[in-house]
């Protein structure tokens, strides 16, 4: 590099206090002024831990043990406190409601500068430029309470633009949002980016939107060591089948681009967009038929838990039935926000709730679940009136999982939080103790197991609550953004788990912005707006019809993709992977020899001789 970096890492390692093993491990890179770098890796590999030791929360405020050097601007992170290193730099967390501590937008900005001790002038002129450049500043008396997820995300951006530091880190700055939010905090970040004088560190998992923006990619693998850096395209594209190895996420075209691939499509390069895959599909010019009668992704009809089959088709009628239901917020005297709604939820469904944020998804599923008790009368669980029923029975038929997995935790170790699920339910300890153990290992948690559950990364807290509800057996899985924090190998073992007990007669509700997942896995799917149902129906039919522009959502990318071709029109109904065309046995092999830009590189396990694109095909 020709200019100074204003990051430097020298064979950094990280161990939380419990862990076994540290992650990150013997970690060294450089960011110069100007560089706008992603760091991807799995689930558990300590790419949120780095991230926080760029700053110094690691190790003056996070129990953690750091070996090798962090150098911002020159300084040794080890050595001054987090209070002097926010000088250089500034941290984007996940949840931006973990970092709002005043009662107004223009409080919260002047916050850090405040706290530097800098003049008052100073202070205000900070904040103003800071909410200007975020498109709130005419909102500067507002409670950011009533900002939307978006709008709080950038608001926390505003809040690190103000300290002036040149270097911004990002952690998953867009899990919680929907589309519009995604592209409210993007198009800050483009902006910022075109600023010589700011770095941009960014931990996401949502590349679809971020692509464009990236200069550079450093990849970390399961144990924490890197093993990719290089610029984006060449790290993105040209080695997409070794990131998959990796189990990391790709971009959907990218993904979509590899299945073809596989299946004899010319694609060369690998796209990364939906405008370069409709631009790659639109050079070909005769496209094999898409499998336009591909079912939404089934794993297999191996049924997890065998009691929940029996149990699932003791009764008929819907599994959960809703009828005029109004829920308000802060109980009697609060707003309603969620209005009149009627809806049966089928036994054995795969139903996604979808809508923008603010649109009264969450509280609707946590009405339908009973967490947010509904009026008396207008919720039916499997013969339950949650507003009647004490949870401990009503969690015997209905399972939940939170947004938050932090929400949910109450033991003091991994294993005791599975165990608790199933003592409560009277469960004897002989029985309790390899059921604990068996979904320690299915959710990869095994050697986590005595440590404390705040202590596991994101990705692992998430799995650790999905593991709470599934353990119990419920016939009913109500889920708040099952994937979120999670990485590609991890999403697709979730989401193969749900399916694998749906096929066998679970009912699984989910609420989700991610509407490639909707369109690959879910069997029918309710949109919603201003905390209405605007309609639901089949998953195909609701993503081809006009309900998700008036739910203010994007289709899709693999949809946004197909709907651009011009040359194949019968290819504008594929919104699933599972829709593409697949590689005949013998062909994915010497497709991965000398395909699609991609010589030398492995493909991920390969089922029946197709290679990558049945793992692509069930995990997007």
């Not at 599909?281 to 898409?290: N, S």
Request: hydrophobic share 45%; aromatic share 2%.
């Amino acid at each position: 590099m020709t200019q100074t970096p204003l990051l430097h890492l020298d064979r950094v390692s990280i161990r939380h206090d419990g862990a076994a093993r540290a992650t990150p491990d013997d970690v060294s890179f450089e960011v110069a002024p100007g560089e706008v770098v992603l760091i991807l890796g799995p689930s558990g590999c300590g790419k949120s831990t780095l991230a926080l030791a760029l700053d110094g929360l690691v190790p003056h405020a996070v129990p953690a043990t750091l070996e090798g050097t962090v150098r911002v601007a020159g300084l040794d992170t080890a050595e001054h406190p987090v209070g002097a290193l926010s000088a250089h730099v500034a941290m984007v967390f996940q949840d931006p409601d973990a970092q709002v501590v005043t009662g107004t937008l223009l409080d919260e900005v002047c916050f850090g500068p405040e706290n530097q001790l800098l003049p008052a002038d100073e202070v205000l002129a900070r904040g103003e430029r800071a909410l200007r450049r975020v498109g709130l500043w005419e909102r500067r008396s507002e409670n950011p309470d009533r900002l939307s997820g978006g709008g709080r995300q950038r608001l926390a951006i505003a809040c690190a633009l103000a300290m002036a530091s040149p270097v911004l880190v990002l952690d998953e700055p867009t899990a919680n949002l929907d589309p519009a939010g995604i592209d409210e905090v993007y198009a800050v970040l483009r902006e910022l980016a075109r600023d010589d004088r700011h770095a941009i560190v960014l931990v996401e998992h949502n590349l679809d939107q971020a692509v464009d923006l990236i200069d550079r990619v450093v990849v970390l693998d399961a144990d924490g060591h890197v093993v990719v850096d290089g610029p984006a395209r060449e790290v993105l594209a040209g080695r997409a089948r070794e990131l998959l190895d990796h189990g990391v996420w790709l971009p959907v075209s990218t993904l979509a681009a590899i299945r073809l691939a596989d299946a004899g499509v010319p694609i060369d390069p690998l796209p990364l967009t939906p405008a370069e895959l409709a631009a790659a599909l639109d050079a070909v010019p005769e496209l094999p038929a898409p499998l336009t009668d591909a079912a939404p992704v089934r794993a297999s009809t191996r049924d997890p838990r065998p009691q929940v089959a029996a149990r699932t088709a003791a009764s008929d009628g819907p599994a959960i039935r809703a009828r005029g239901l109004d829920v308000r917020r802060g109980g009697r005297r609060g707003p309603v926000v969620v209005h009149d709604v009627s809806l049966d939820v089928e036994r054995g469904e795969f139903l996604a709730i979808v809508g923008t944020n603010g649109a009264g998804k969450t509280t609707l599923l946590q009405a339908l679940a009973g967490v947010v008790v509904p009026p008396q009368g207008t919720v039916d669980v499997l013969g339950l009136d949650p507003a009647r029923t004490d949870a401990r029975t009503l969690a015997r038929s209905i399972g939940f999982v939170f947004q938050n997995p932090e929400h949910q935790f109450l033991a003091h170790t991994a294993a005791d939080e599975l165990d608790h699920g199933l003592r409560v339910q009277g469960v004897p300890e002989e029985e309790r103790a390899p059921r604990v153990d068996e979904m320690l290992e299915r959710f990869g948690l095994a050697e986590h197991r005595e440590q404390h559950p705040f202590l596991l990364s994101g990705g692992q807290k998430r799995r650790l609550s999905v593991g709470t509800a599934l353990i119990a057996g419920a016939p009913v899985l109500a889920l708040d953004e099952p994937t979120f924090g999670q990485d590609r190998e991890r999403a697709a073992e979730l989401l193969g788990m749900l399916a694998d007990l749906n096929a066998v007669g679970t009912t699984v509700i989910v609420v989700t912005h991610d509407l490639q997942l909707v369109a690959d896995y879910a069997t029918r799917v309710a949109v919603m707006r201003d905390g209405r149902i605007l309609g639901h129906g089949p998953t195909g039919a609701v993503l081809a019809g006009p309900l998700i522009d008036e739910a203010g959502l994007r289709h899709p990318p693999l949809a946004r993709a197909t709907r651009a071709l011009t040359r194949h029109p019968d290819w504008h109904g594929v919104s699933r992977i599972a829709q593409l065309p697949v590689a005949a046995p013998g062909r994915a092999a010497s497709a991965r020899r000398g395909g699609a830009g991609q010589q030398g590189t492995p493909a991920t396990g390969d089922t029946a001789g197709s290679g990558a694109s049945d793992r692509i095909g069930a995990n997007r």
